[in-house]
């Protein structure tokens, strides 16, 4: 016999295999003659009360022996297909967009402007280390994009635009723990996601794809609508921002291409501008990363009086996290990206500019939990910059990153500023530690993000302190700036087909277009582009 059921039990129970199935046997009324097998289905963490309780939902079999399905996915043979798909991009919605492909029996061919995921670390290494960025190859460009080195959360509100289990599904047939199957705020973390990443490539081209890397598009061609080629600019050999390497152009002939390059990819909403190629200025949200002891996030989440009762729940509860919002000055401000037990890690895609992002490994467990606190930006924001036209909110973005860079020292180390001497408008003369590698420097923070964005964060901040009490402190450090929150420029496309309004065989995709907003949602954003394409074929 098979039972469903939903409980609300204690967090150290839910956490404990034989406590949980003793709840179970007497929740169920089950005798100490009967077997029964507990499979987990779905699990969240309601901490709104001092008693905190996990919610469970379960799959129980009372006498009755069970088998695990084995994980398995329908990929095909596509090396003698006649049917193609360009890639340009291999983040999350790229990678998942090419295994769509194996599933339709359809080639994907996949060029990434960087690095594998392996070759990678060292260009990140050299941002952390010695202040240099590496423009093709950073924690935005290369295999995997952005969400390989920041953080792997797998919670989206995106619940209709796909089929979010088998995204997940995916995850787990390459490598990830199946945790992610039942937890409510699933998380792999960046310790794991390099080799589930090169697991998905090996996937691709085990089947028949192709996987470029140092290839970057750099021009597109197109007559009465419809491309007919790329150029891809290819380094052949080994790649440094201080050695000289050889570049080879070539021209790539495609019959449908997805753009799935991300949300960094100035030089992209650069060339279809001047390519003629309808874009179009979009809404951002742009502001600061703050960081706090994880222990004190702990202690207000969870309903904690001391250390020893931090130490204690945790022994048995992931470390927390938070969501917070308030309207300021008719904007939004707002939390994004909370990272429980992160890393604040530098996310500049060229020289001369500072970004942070943050980042947490798969057990949470460092000392320090982060998050961008920013504000939402509407089109009257960018009237100064109309000239720019569809690159009005690309441009600002720019000069504020630029910003911090000179304040910073015109290095990787971040402007930063103690949280409460922040909201009290003074300079911190001696800033707390922080997580970020590269340093920081002391800064008045308004003058790098600009008064209207940095009062409206200030009155954010304070609401925050009435909601999580204390919240503001000098135990808390802003850094500047959190400014990749998404796209400043959308790649207009048709509901329907998905491709876009004048270019009829291409079709933008995921956070670069301005139509996802993480892993997940540009994930399921490359497979619906592909189902769209497949339409066409058939």
Known sequence: MKKELNLAVAAHIAYDEQLLKQEVAEHLSLQSSDSFFIKLLRRSIDARSRQIKVNLKLAVWINEAVTNEALNMSYRDVSNS????????????????????LELGIKPIIFERGKNVRERRRDLAAINKDHIVNPESNYCFGEG????????????????????????????????????????HPHIGTNKLPKIISNMRETIIKHGGEAHFNSKLIDINYSSEIITSVLIEQIIGDESPL?????????????HLILATGHSARDIYELLDRKQIIIEAKPFALGVRVEHPQEFIDKIQYSCHSHSEVVAKRSYLPAASYGLVHQAQGHGVYSFCMCPGGIIAPCATAQEEVVTNGWSPSKRNNPYANSGIVVGLEMLDFEAYKKFGALAGLQLQKEIEHKAWEMGGKRQTAPAQNLQDFVNNKLSTRLIDSSYQPGTRSVQMKEVVGQMIGETLRQGFIAFDKKMRGYVSNEAIILG???????????????????????????????????AGGIVSAAMDGVNCVNAINETYR
């Open 481 to 515: 700036v959190e400014s990749r929150t998404s796209t400043p420029v959308r790649i207009p496309r048709e509901k329907i087909g998905l491709n876009h309004v004048q270019i009829k065989n291409l079709y933008p995709c995921a956070e670069g277009a301005g139509y």
């Open 82 to 101: 006649k049917q193609s798909i360009t890639i340009i991009g291999a983040g999350p919605a790229g990678l998942y967009a090419a295994l769509r492909c």
């Open 145 to 184: 994009g952005a969400g390989t080195y920041s953080d792997g959360k797998l919670y989206t509100r995106s619940t209709k635009r796909g089929d979010i289990e088998h995204i997940l599904k995916t995850f787990v047939y390459h490598g990830a723990d199946d945790v992610i199957l039942v937890d409510a």
């Open 243 to 255: 050695i000289q390497t050889e570049r080879q152009i070539i021209e790539h002939s495609c019959t």
